[in-house]
């Protein structure tokens, strides 16, 4: 395939030495070659910058005090030279066909703004828990639709028309969290998006992750964008931005309220979310958590987490 594309990889990190290594090196084995690759070290203090030195002059470098991921994706786009730019955390890693097989569908459809792809979801060390795909993701509307009610798009898994951040702006940095939803919905209401059904990213959840640490700030931010987003699409289109998709994508958000509680073993805020969830949009809800829920309600979470542990053991899953 031709690469007439320049694709600028923007990689933020902070405190990531352990892991920043394998995000470089997941940009390094791609199929696709031309390409940048830009470290934006937000305040890290654990060598991070000893880590970069050793890749030479394939890594260009920048430091700046910590101001978050929004900031430090936004520097990146200020010193990127391509024409397409990419963003990998620095906990992710990427299959060597990511750029080949993204690139040319900028090719095949000039409206295009946006690509992104299907995942693997994968734990600390990267053994994959489950794929992420949605084959639906073929036009537009229902990219929209869906992407109102939640962040379908994690930031490693796209690849983005570098106008569209000339056009639509930067990152918002007044977010600390779903930062890159709030982004990718300005992108949609004025660009195409495309979507490649293979999985193409390694995604790590862990314990030690942003989106972990300040959960309490992070649902405020989140609720923040979920009304920023439909003031938006409500006032471009009313016909993708209505009061059902809203409904829906509050009763997402208290679903995750709710499961949070769980995990803090408080029970009356689990269910009480939970509730609120089932108001908003019924069908919404897995019926799996609505069965947990009720039953460590039923019989108390500890309790009900040493009768899960009882039967994992013997590879029964609840």
Not at 96 to 124: I, T
Request: proline letters at 2%.
């Amino acid at each position: 395939m031709t690469q007439n594309h320049v694709v600028s990889v923007i990689i933020p990190t902070y405190n990531r030495a352990h892991f920043l290594a394998e995000a470089i090196n997941s940009v390094l084995e791609q199929t696709y070659k031309n390409y940048e690759i830009i470290v934006i070290d937000d305040g890290s203090t654990d060598g991070t910058s000893e880590i970069v030195k050793q890749f030479g002059n394939k890594i260009r470098y920048f430091y700046q005090e910590n101001r978050g991921p929004s900031a430090a994706r936004n520097t990146g786009i200020k010193n990127a030279i391509g024409d397409l730019v990419a963003f990998i955390d620095s906990d992710d890693v990427w299959l060597p066909e990511k750029l080949s097989l993204q690139v040319k569908l900028f090719d095949m459809n000039h409206r295009v703004g946006m690509v992104s792809s299907a995942f693997f979801s994968c734990d600390s060390n990267l053994n994959v828990n489950r794929v992420i795909k949605d084959d639906r993701l073929t036009n537009k509307k229902y990219i929209l639709k869906k992407l109102f009610i939640r962040n379908i798009f994690p930031t490693p898994t796209v690849l983005v028309k570098r106008e569209c951040f000339e056009k639509v702006g930067l990152f918002n940095e007044s977010y600390g969290f779903a930062e890159d939803w709030e982004m990718w919905v300005r992108i949609g209401l004025e660009y195409d998006l495309a979507y490649v059904k293979t999985p193409l990213c390694r995604c790590r959840r862990h314990n030690s992750s942003i989106t972990y640490q300040k959960q309490e700030e992070n649902f405020n931010d989140w609720m923040k964008v979920i009304k920023e987003n439909f003031k938006r699409g409500i006032g471009r289109d009313g016909k993708i931005c209505h009061n059902i998709l809203l409904r829906k994508a509050m009763s997402w958000y208290y679903m995750n309220v709710s499961y949070h509680y769980s995990c803090e073993f408080d029970i009356r805020n689990e269910m009480k979310y939970l509730i609120k969830s089932l108001v908003e949009w019924p069908f919404l809800v897995d019926k799996k958590y609505i069965l947990t829920a009720i039953l460590s309600k039923l019989v108390g979470q500890k309790t009900y987490s040493r009768i899960k542990s009882l039967f994992n053991n013997v590879k029964v899953k609840l």
